[in-house]
């Protein structure tokens, strides 16, 4: 097949994009795949070649590594030679056009919140992943809770404010620390504080007020981090995150050694059955499709709490949907071709 994996793009997460793009694209290829490797925001700018042998002769593959610290996007912009006018760059939307399927490495607000799905949509271009809709209420931390709370799946109590009007003070008046500050639209755990003081909680409405236009304020629940995966409507193995230093943020997700993480978790068979057919119910709730991991605090009481789910989880060396396809037998290779498989499905249909 001819590919291109999309990645980059301009998000605060394009480093993990590229890391898990670079990934796909080098397994697709060893697969036999014919792969183009696309960054969304500077698309085919520093590339000489000619759209007509793209695939036969495409840009090199090059290895990433992901910083401790989430870009500098003012800079990013600063870099880019042709502008386009839009967030897609050179000659991106003819490279997908060409191509038998787009498969998605994007993350974050560029790419996983449904705008480049819809525009997708529109241009007839195939890809992987949920849709537009699926993408954008997942993407939007207080619309999904909204949904999931009315289906008698356990949420922590929250509030949702605007970044131009909220304060520590009212902030109080609704809600007792310890708490979870995080922005409503944005993935990998960047803008995520988790606050004992009201001097933090200013602090952290400061930070995500830089980014975002709301922000989702959660009561704290002490207890163990599982995740799991759901590949073509079923879910995968749990995994528990043991991060070394502090809690499961961005530094500790991508760098190598900083979070023990147990797959499947060490968790009663009980349990294990129950978190999977929750996640089954959010990945249908939210029309989602193809894959997604859903993010759990399993407390003292053997009881799990929701806190979201992620249409296009990472596939970096260090995330968590290949490891735990691999606790069910998937090769990453497989799981790859997997996503293509299920992907197709819905356009041959």
């Given at each position: 097949m001819k590919i291109?994996?999309?990645c980059g793009g301009l998000s605060p997460e394009r480093d993990v994009s590229i890391s898990s793009g670079t990934r796909i694209a080098k397994t697709l290829k060893q697969n036999g795949h014919q792969i183009v490797l696309v960054d969304m925001y500077f698309g085919l700018e520093n590339w000489q070649g000619s759209l007509d042998d793209i695939f036969d002769n495409p840009p090199p593959?090059?290895?990433?590594?992901?910083?401790?610290?989430?870009?500098d996007l003012e800079e990013i912009r600063s870099m880019r030679r042709i502008d386009t006018g839009c967030d897609f760059g050179d000659r991106v939307i003819e490279v997908c056009q060409m191509a038998d399927i787009v498969f998605m490495g994007l993350h974050g607000q560029c790419g996983e919140d449904g705008k480049v799905q819809a525009a997708f949509d529109l241009l007839g271009i195939r890809y992987t992943g949920s849709g537009f809709l699926g993408s954008a209420v997942a993407m939007d931390k207080d619309m999904t809770k909204q949904i999931i709370a009315q289906h008698q799946i356990r949420t922590a109590a929250w509030k949702t404010y605007s970044c131009r009007k909220v304060s520590a003070e009212a902030v109080l008046r609704d809600l007792t620390l310890p708490l979870v500050v995080k922005p409503d639209n944005s993935g990998s755990s960047i803008g995520v504080s988790i606050v004992h003081s009201e001097d933090d909680l200013k602090k952290a409405l400061?930070?995500?007020?830089?980014?975002?236009?709301?922000?989702?304020?959660?009561q704290y629940i002490k207890g163990r981090e599982i995740q799991?995966?759901?590949?073509?409507?079923?879910?995968?193995?749990?995994?528990?995150?043991?991060?070394k230093d502090s809690f499961y943020d961005y530094k500790n997700k991508y760098q190598a050694g900083a979070a023990t993480e147990i797959t499947p978790?060490?968790?009663?068979?009980?349990?294990?059955?129950?978190?999977?057919?929750?996640?089954?119910k959010v990945f249908n709730l939210l029309r989602l499709d193809v894959?997604?991991?859903?993010d759990f605090i399993y407390d003292e009481n053997g009881e799990f709490w929701f806190l979201e789910i992620n249409t296009l989880p990472g596939m970096?060396?260090?995330?968590?949907?290949?490891?735990?396809?691999?606790a069910a037998g998937y090769s990453y290779g497989d799981l790859c071709e997997k996503i293509i498989e299920v992907s197709m499905r819905k356009y041959n249909q």
């Amino acid at each position: 097949m001819k590919i291109v994996v999309l990645c980059g793009g301009l998000s605060p997460e394009r480093d993990v994009s590229i890391s898990s793009g670079t990934r796909i694209a080098k397994t697709l290829k060893q697969n036999g795949h014919q792969i183009v490797l696309v960054d969304m925001y500077f698309g085919l700018e520093n590339w000489q070649g000619s759209l007509d042998d793209i695939f036969d002769n495409p840009p090199p593959l090059n290895d990433m590594l992901i910083s401790e610290q989430e870009p500098d996007l003012e800079e990013i912009r600063s870099m880019r030679r042709i502008d386009t006018g839009c967030d897609f760059g050179d000659r991106v939307i003819e490279v997908c056009q060409m191509a038998d399927i787009v498969f998605m490495g994007l993350h974050g607000q560029c790419g996983e919140d449904g705008k480049v799905q819809a525009a997708f949509d529109l241009l007839g271009i195939r890809y992987t992943g949920s849709g537009f809709l699926g993408s954008a209420v997942a993407m939007d931390k207080d619309m999904t809770k909204q949904i999931i709370a009315q289906h008698q799946i356990r949420t922590a109590a929250w509030k949702t404010y605007s970044c131009r009007k909220v304060s520590a003070e009212a902030v109080l008046r609704d809600l007792t620390l310890p708490l979870v500050v995080k922005p409503d639209n944005s993935g990998s755990s960047i803008g995520v504080s988790i606050v004992h003081s009201e001097d933090d909680l200013k602090k952290a409405l400061k930070t995500v007020a830089r980014d975002s236009e709301y922000v989702v304020i959660e009561q704290y629940i002490k207890g163990r981090e599982i995740q799991v995966g759901v590949l073509d409507g079923k879910a995968l193995p749990s995994i528990e995150i043991i991060p070394k230093d502090s809690f499961y943020d961005y530094k500790n997700k991508y760098q190598a050694g900083a979070a023990t993480e147990i797959t499947p978790a060490p968790i009663p068979a009980e349990a294990e059955e129950r978190v999977g057919h929750i996640s089954e119910k959010v990945f249908n709730l939210l029309r989602l499709d193809v894959y997604s991991r859903a993010d759990f605090i399993y407390d003292e009481n053997g009881e799990f709490w929701f806190l979201e789910i992620n249409t296009l989880p990472g596939m970096t060396p260090t995330s968590l949907v290949p490891q735990e396809a691999a606790a069910a037998g998937y090769s990453y290779g497989d799981l790859c071709e997997k996503i293509i498989e299920v992907s197709m499905r819905k356009y041959n249909q």
